[in-house]
């Protein structure tokens, strides 16, 4: 079983102003689908306090953090930015995994800018804010991510598939 820690990216919802839809429905998902969720933070969009949320899951070995919201085109969409600001190294296959999949349910998807990556060992996945888009994008790599965490994590390398 692996951690996870999920943080919402929205201001309205760190002002109390909107009660978070994304951030309980993820975490949700996560735990029927076997991760020991350790909570879901809130943090406005604002690129220092997204940047110090991921490098403080991931200096708590935290294995995979998931963000909701702050991946569209508004100017305080700056969740892709700070994620790879963080990253030591890029996972674009995971996005673009993720973008081909919402494809197939709507046109806009090509609009995401969501991106993913590795602190140390952490997987860090970046989801829209939107729960019906969360969903659908975590769901459509989730069975991957475990593969992809036990390998960052000293496991097997066996890539090959059965």
């Known amino acids: 079983m692996f951690t996870a820690r999920v943080i919402t990216v929205s201001d309205r919802s760190f002002r109390s102003e909107r009660p978070d839809g994304g951030g309980p429905l993820v975490r949700q998902v996560l735990t029927d689908a076997g991760y020991a969720v350790d909570g879901v933070v809130i943090v406005p969009d604002e690129a220092q306090q997204i940047k110090a949320a991921l490098i403080d899951a991931a200096d708590a070995d935290v294995a995979l953090i998931v963000t909701t919201g702050?991946?569209?085109?508004?100017?305080?969409?700056?969740?892709?930015?700070?994620?790879?600001?963080?990253?030591?190294?890029?996972?674009?296959?995971?996005?673009?995994?993720?973008?081909?999949?919402?494809?197939?349910?709507?046109?806009?998807?090509?609009?995401?800018?969501?991106?993913?990556?590795?602190?140390?060992?952490?997987?860090?996945?970046?989801?829209?804010?939107?729960?019906?888009g969360a969903r659908e994008n975590l769901e459509a790599v989730l069975g991957a991510l475990g593969h992809g965490l036990e390998m960052l994590r000293g496991g097997q390398a066996d890539c090959a598939g059965k």
């Open 70 to 132: 702050g991946t569209g085109f508004s100017p305080r969409d700056v969740t892709p930015e700070a994620t790879v600001a963080v990253c030591q190294r890029l996972t674009p296959g995971i996005p673009e995994a993720m973008r081909a999949a919402s494809m197939a349910i709507t046109p806009r998807a090509m609009l995401s800018r969501a991106a993913a990556g590795i602190r140390g060992r952490s997987l860090i996945v970046n989801l829209p804010g939107s729960p019906k």
